[in-house]
């Protein structure tokens, strides 16, 4: 292995380390703010849950394996992520015009005063996350000829 292989495979394994931390960090977020603040997430927040709780597993065992081609099976999730939290920031910033009916019919609010982590609404920091992480899982591998 030349020194090129070798740094290109640490490369690799930063980004995949990398979303793997990103998606550890949204994980222990969103149950910290659910279970020790109390915070009940919206009917959207629960979708993104769903999304985003199964990468921890998926990336941290392609981390511990060195498998590459998890990265195709946290794809679909971080899309469906990503779309659900492109789709609730909208909502709640209004650019989407449909009532956030999902955080306010008989249920906790997603533009509540509340809702606001380090000044930034959570749906937005859901929005970062995934975007972080398929950043981390799209980039541009090894040299091209």
């Known amino acids: 292995m030349t020194n090129a292989e070798s740094s290109q495979l640490s490369r690799d394994d930063l980004l995949l380390a990398s979303a793997f931390l990103t998606a550890l960090t949204a994980t222990l977020a969103a149950l910290f703010i659910g279970?020790?603040?109390?915070?009940?997430?919206?009917t959207l927040c629960w979708y993104q849950r769903i999304a985003m709780f199964p990468l921890v597993p998926i990336l941290g065992i392609a981390l511990w394996r060195g498998d590459g081609m998890a990265r195709l099976y946290a794809l679909p999730l971080v899309v469906a992520g990503l779309a659900l939290a492109g789709w609730h920031s909208g909502l709640a910033i209004?650019?989407?015009?449909?009532?956030?009916?999902?955080?306010?019919?008989?249920?906790?609010?997603?533009?509540?005063?509340?809702?606001?982590?380090?000044?930034?609404?959570?749906?937005?920091?859901?929005?970062?996350?995934?975007?972080?992480?398929?950043?981390?899982?799209?980039?541009?591998?090894?040299?091209?000829?």
């Open 35 to 42: 279970e020790v603040l109390g915070q009940m997430p919206c």
């Open 94 to 145: 209004g650019l989407i015009p449909e009532a956030v009916a999902p955080c306010t019919q008989d249920g906790p609010s997603c533009s509540g005063p509340a809702q606001i982590i380090l000044g930034i609404p959570i749906p937005y920091l859901s929005l970062a996350a995934f975007a972080a992480i398929l950043v981390c899982l799209t980039l541009p591998k090894g040299t091209r000829a």
